[in-house]
């Protein structure tokens, strides 16, 4: 019995649907959200609660990877998250200060910025905070108490964005520092032991000491329900209006239904009661904004840091 070839036809119907049908549907393998931060951060946390929930949406394995670099260069962190394929097994947790200017600190990987955000979900509860037995209990009372007497700035570095914000809003409303260092750690110990008089740091780390310090402003655009006595910096200083936060980013190739997936199970770990409990613990805001809300909250810093920057020159 003769057979009979396929015809040019069928072969070329054959050959253009087999790459669909050989196609898995997202995801078909384990996934990595990269937090470039130390296990036991805030960011850390929040994200292993969003990678669990990946894992028990979709049933593959997802970890959170810890990389170093925090909030300051070289960011290896988001180089690690750039060298990977365009395909969502492998998403960034980065912080704010990666779009702000990643791409101006000369890093071949980050430049041109090769992300774009799904959203942001976790802000930095960052505030300025004082020795309560010091005579001031606002920024202005600061500055006014600085011309007369040596304040000490304490910070976790000179070039993270708190710091750089702080001293942008001493240079703004008069305040005078007698010298600033970096610490490893600051927290209630700090304060009470004279080593500093005033320093940036993250409201949960002096919730022990809340009752016995001054909460002076709260970094970006909204107040703390853990001090809602405390002005944002925001109210004080618009222009100064720079928010410290973490957010899930995958690189521009990436197809929208992948990202359209990672989205959905952000959102839903967001909402969750595990991730909301913990901002009412912790003083963070836990919020998803969308990729929208994202990018615009990513020109405000970018304004701000600009601002900042000219006012540090």
């Known amino acids: 019995m003769k057979i009979k070839s396929l015809g040019v036809p069928a072969v070329a119907a054959a050959t253009a649907i087999a790459p669909f049908a050989a196609q898995a549907e997202y995801p078909e393998k384990p996934a ?50 750039a060298q990977q394929p365009a395909d969502g097994y492998t998403v960034g947790a980065l912080v704010n200060a990666i779009p702000a200017f990643g791409d101006q600190i000369g890093i071949p990987q980050l430049n041109p910025n090769p992300f774009e ?56 409303t008069g305040i005078e520092f007698a010298s600033n260092a970096a610490f490893d750690a600051l927290d209630c110990n700090t304060l009470a032991s004279g080593d500093v008089d005033v320093m940036t740091v993250t409201v949960q780390t002096i919730l022990p000491c809340i009752d016995d310090v001054q909460v002076l402003a709260t970094f970006g655009d909204t107040r703390l329900p853990l001090a809602p006595d405390a002005p944002a910096v925001s109210e004080l200083v618009p222009d100064l209006n720079l928010s410290l936060w973490n957010g899930l980013f995958v690189l521009k190739d990436t197809p929208q239904d992948v990202r359209d997936k990672i989205t959905e199970v952000a959102r839903r770990a967001v909402e969750s009661e595990r991730m909301q409990t913990i901002a009412a613990q912790t003083g963070a805001l836990i919020d998803w904004m969308t990729r929208e809300e994202a990018e615009a909250q990513i020109a405000s810093d970018k304004a701000a840091l600009a601002r900042i920057n000219e006012l540090l020159q």
């Not at 990678?51 to 959170?64: C, H, I, N, P």
């Open 32 to 81: 990595s959200f990269v937090v470039p931060w130390p296990p036991g951060d805030l960011a850390d946390i929040t994200t292993r609660i969003i990678a669990d929930e990946f894992q028990a949406t979709y049933g593959v394995a997802s970890a959170v990877l810890n990389k170093p670099g925090g909030g300051g260069g070289p960011f290896p962190g988001a180089v690690y998250v």
């Open 117 to 172: 955000p799904l959203g942001i979900y976790l802000t930095y509860p960052f505030v300025i905070a004082a020795r309560g037995d010091l005579p001031f209990s606002s920024i202005d009372e600061l500055a006014a108490y600085s011309q007369e007497n040596p304040v000490v700035f304490g910070h976790f570095g000179a070039q993270l964005l708190p710091t750089r914000a702080a001293f942008a809003l001493a240079e703004t």
